[in-house]
């Protein structure tokens, strides 16, 4: 099983910042007759959907995760949810980052065991109706077969979520992908009666459908079911919807000592699976995430078969490995599972066949195995270490092998040394971007920067990608951090240019095959890029500098060997001179791509439109053509 990962899972939703009172209830309790209110908060992750890829790629499974965020520069709370994801290694290629919009927030009440959300004004909750290529999102590299994973939270957030959300089931559907669901009704922001419009149209073509004892219970009066024990209203809901196999996850909890006993059935052909005669017992560090895991463990188990049709005799280990991935993931505090391969297979070899009893995970200091239970004496180092090396290959997966980065970003080097002007799109007009884009391209630019603070930057990389190679090459700019170098050559950016040296962006460019161009202005910082492995470097800003200033700087030992692309102030009649007194390349904004695409009101936008007609435009065309002589 651990040599065949050839699976990835997609999943889209929204994820969240997520606050918690440290102490629990006493801790809220506390701080309400405290100056302030002061207390002691936590703050991390949440989102069904990303906790099932990221429970799934700890795993080693590939997970690619869908979404709509604001961007770092709306709301930097972005930052906590976008390096979460890329550290446990799901790949975010497919998320899309808008500008003006909040980020959701959930706060947890311990007293009253529940959550309390704001997030009616989130990137996700506004996003637009068809933003999402869904033919490309469940596409997948050949010989990697694809499961979706959806749940009834991502509909209940707005119109357009709802409509994207039945959009991506559909084309799955059409694609033959397994497609789960879990219910996941949640009553603060959808009722039962619209949530299941929505769900009914596509349950008898799921694959796997997943309930909660309440939600099954309101279904069984929502359609006439009069059975009252879960065990029989899941027959007769599996017997009216036969195609998925329907699971119900079962919790009972001594509140006492807070220990846990979880449990679960599965309906299908008629027949109920169950692994009440072995639950497993454990007391929950934190009562998120356990629901994300249990999707995830019975996912993994899927996977392990190649997607394939569960037999009846799958059915159990199935259902097994799910609580425990459920039960283990509690065992942490925060949303999102930490639990690898061998600390599963570990509670799958030590209980097999009987009740598991759970404290800590394992292979960590807090692990502590029941007394009554023998440790396994089977070796599992070999298979373990099989699954470290396939993880590992995995991981390397979603960035091209060596060979292919090194040659791409060879290719983007030579391309900008022979363009000589890279001209710089910022603005904050989309439309006008990509028209403006394409117009420069056909006066025979060869290199278009497009930064990351214009709105839809990543959309306008990928239509002038799509639009203008391969006369001419597209990259990114205003690259702040170095995540956001993988979003960018995700949508088509060959070369990243930023006005800083982020921590980690040149080893990141390497690694995803983007020549990351990072920014200096004292020699001391130029030569830093260059030790640290920059194959150029961009000279910012450079009215602060000279052409002369330059020339001297290069004609000093090993600061000869210095790439440098002066960037900001140069007007396109100073291109020759910096080209003449030794830079590579020269970067030009507004005074080559036109002072409309920044202007601020709609008159000073019409005045600055006008004298690119008049002036701007000829300008710009006479300096590609002299360049090409």
């Known amino acids: 099983q651990f040599e065949q990962f050839a699976t990835m899972l997609v999943t889209y939703g929204e994820a969240m910042v997520r606050y918690a009172a440290v102490g629990g209830a006493a801790e809220e309790e506390a701080s309400l007759g405290r100056p ?78 529940n959550v309390h959300y704001q997030r009616r004004h989130s990137a996700f909750a506004n996003q637009e109706v068809g933003c999402i290529d869904w033919h490309r999102v469940l596409s997948a590299p050949q010989d990697t077969q694809v499961w979706f994973h959806m749940t009834g939270i991502s509909p209940a957030c707005g119109q357009a979520p709802a409509e994207n959300w039945g959009n991506g089931i559909a084309m799955a559907i059409a694609k033959g992908i397994p497609v789960s669901v879990d219910f996941n009704h949640r009553k603060k922001l959808i009722t039962m009666d619209r949530l299941w419009q929505m769900v009914e149209p596509f349950l008898n073509s799921l694959t796997l459908f997943i309930l909660s004892v309440d939600s099954l219970a309101e279904l069984s009066a929502l359609l006439g079911i009069h059975e009252t024990d879960p065990k029989q209203q899941l027959l007769a809901f599996s017997c009216r919807y036969p195609r998925p196999k329907v699971a119900l996850c079962c919790k009972q909890r001594n509140h006492a000592s807070n220990l846990q006993k979880r449990w679960s059935l599965v309906a299908w052909s008629s027949r109920l699976h169950s692994t009440e005669a072995m639950p497993v017992f ?42 425990l991935l459920a039960a283990l993931c509690q065992e942490v505090v925060g949303d999102h599972s930490m639990v690898t391969r061998t600390q599963l297979s570990h509670c799958e070899t030590q209980f097999c066949g009987k009740a598991a009893h ?39 997966q979603l960035a091209p092998t060596p060979e292919a980065a090194e040659a791409q970003i ?12 890279i001209a710089i799109i910022r603005g904050n007009d989309a439309a006008l971007a990509i028209e403006r884009g394409k117009e420069l391209a056909g006066m025979g630019c060869r290199v278009l920067e497009v930064t990351l603070d214009t709105p839809d930057a990543l959309r306008i990389i990928a239509e002038l990608s799509r639009s203008c190679a391969p006369r001419c090459l597209v990259g990114a700019g205003t690259v702040m951090h170095s995540w956001e170098v993988v979003h960018a050559r995700a949508a088509g950016s060959r070369f990243a240019f930023s006005p800083i040296n982020p921590i980690g962006f040149i080893d990141t460019c390497k690694a995803n095959g983007v020549l990351g161009i990072p920014a200096a ?33 290069l004609a000093i030992g090993d600061l000869s060997n210095l790439r440098v692309i002066p960037t900001s102030g140069i007007e396109p009649d100073q291109v020759r001179t910096w080209l003449e007194a030794g830079a590579m390349a020269v970067g030009l904004g507004s005074n080559l791509a036109g002072g409309d695409l920044r202007a601020g009101t709609a008159q000073a936008k019409a005045a600055a439109h006008d004298k690119w007609l008049r002036a701007g435009k000829a300008r710009a065309a006479a300096l590609f053509s002299n360049l090409q002589r």
């Not at 130029?526 to 000279?539: E, M, N, R």
């Open 36 to 113: 302030s209110g002061v207390s002691a908060q936590m703050r991390s992750v949440g989102g069904d959907e990303l906790n099932v890829a990221v429970a799934l790629s700890r795993l080693g499974r590939r997970a690619r995760w869908v979404s709509v965020l604001p961007a770092v520069s709306s709301n930097p709370l972005v930052e906590t949810i976008t390096e979460s994801a890329v550290r446990a290694g799901v790949d975010m290629s497919h998320v899309q980052f808008v500008e003006q919009a909040e980020v959701g927030v959930f706060y947890v009440i311990p007293k009253e065991r």
């Open 282 to 323: 454990h007391t929950p560090k934190d009562e998120c995430g356990g629901g994300s895991a249990w999707a995830a463990g019975f996912i993994d188990y899927c996977m392990d078969h190649h997607n394939q049709e569960l037999t009846e005799g799958d059915l159990l280990p199935a259902i097994r490995r799910a609580d």
């Open 358 to 396: 759970i404290d800590g995970l394992p292979g960590t200091p807090d692990f502590k195995l029941p007394s009554c239970i023998v440790p396994c004496t089977r070796a599992t180092t070999g298979r373990a270490d099989r699954a470290a090396e396939r993880v590992a290959q995995l991981t390397a």
């Open 410 to 421: 060879a290719g983007a080097f030579e391309a900008i040394a022979a363009a000589k002007v």
């Open 521 to 553: 202005f004292s020699p001391q910082e130029l030569y830093t890029t260059k030790l640290q492995g920059a194959l150029a470097v961009k000279l910012f800003p450079a009215q602060l500098w000279s052409p002369t200033a330059l020339r001297s700087l």
